[in-house]
């Protein structure tokens, strides 16, 4: 089955620095989305990668996927306390009729 | 993107009981999914909702302890049964077209059972 790492587990960053999340697959991936999480509450889609060397950009955060298709980056630039949360990469395979493998979790906190 | 409203949000039950939890779309969708988060966790995924015939449950989970109706395409129910502190976590549904772009996720149902 696949397993996704995602690291760090967590991250304090004071506002208006940059930072990245990794999610590592242990399997080629077919499809790869980011979702955020507020503590306690459902998640929020992000953006979704399927295509090697892919890039995705909303507002200021910025998403890839490597050309092996076997790790996605999450940046975030000039961070700010709504960013705070939970951020989650989630994938599916071929076959699976959209079933979604979560990674471990990256808790962010934004400090002022 | 879909509307899902998920009801109850929080609920503190009693060990023994069971509670039914509910998921409502406000557009027909191919997929829907229940998954279960424990405390400090990640997603797991409870079962795949089919409408019209029983529900597809992952390793791990049974139809027993977590019956699934799905009797159209846009609700779906999942009961927990028999609930024990174990089963403290957050239950999302989630909705999605077959093959075709993201998932969309409830605010989900916090569960504490004491």
């Known amino acids: 089955s696949q397993e996704l790492e995602q690291s760090p587990q967590s991250l304090i960053v004071q506002e208006g620095k940059n930072l990245t999340i990794n999610c590592t697959s242990s399997?080629?991936?077919?499809?790869l989305y980011w979702y955020k999480q507020k503590y306690g509450e459902g998640l929020i889609f992000l953006m979704m990668l399927q295509k090697g060397g892919e890039e995705k950009s909303h507002e200021k955060i910025t998403a890839k996927l490597d050309e092996k298709k076997q790790q996605s980056s999450l940046h975030i630039t000039a961070s700010q306390p709504s960013h705070a949360g939970i951020y989650l990469c989630g994938a599916d395979s071929p076959g699976t009729a959209s079933k979604l493998t979560f990674g471990t979790g990256t808790r962010l906190q934004v400090t002022l | 993107s879909a509307v899902i409203s998920q009801k109850p949000s929080r609920d503190i039950c009693q060990r023994g009981t069971s509670l039914t939890i509910q998921c409502q779309v406000d557009?027909?969708?191919?997929?829907m999914f229940w998954y279960r988060q424990q405390p400090g966790q990640s997603l797991t995924l409870i079962a795949t909702?089919?409408?019209?015939?029983?529900?597809?449950?992952e390793s791990g989970f049974v139809i027993d302890k977590f019956p699934i109706s799905r009797p159209n395409l846009t609700f779906s129910t999942l009961t927990v049964s028999n609930m024990s502190p174990e089963d403290s976590s957050i239950y999302l549904c989630?909705?999605?077209?077959?093959?075709?772009?993201?998932?969309?996720f409830g605010d989900g149902t916090r569960l504490s059972i004491l």
């Open positions: 909702a089919n409408q019209g015939s029983e529900a597809t449950y």
């Open positions: 557009s027909q969708v191919t997929m």
């Open positions: 989630s909705v999605g077209q077959a093959h075709q772009g993201p998932q969309h």
């Open positions: 399997k080629t991936l077919y499809g």
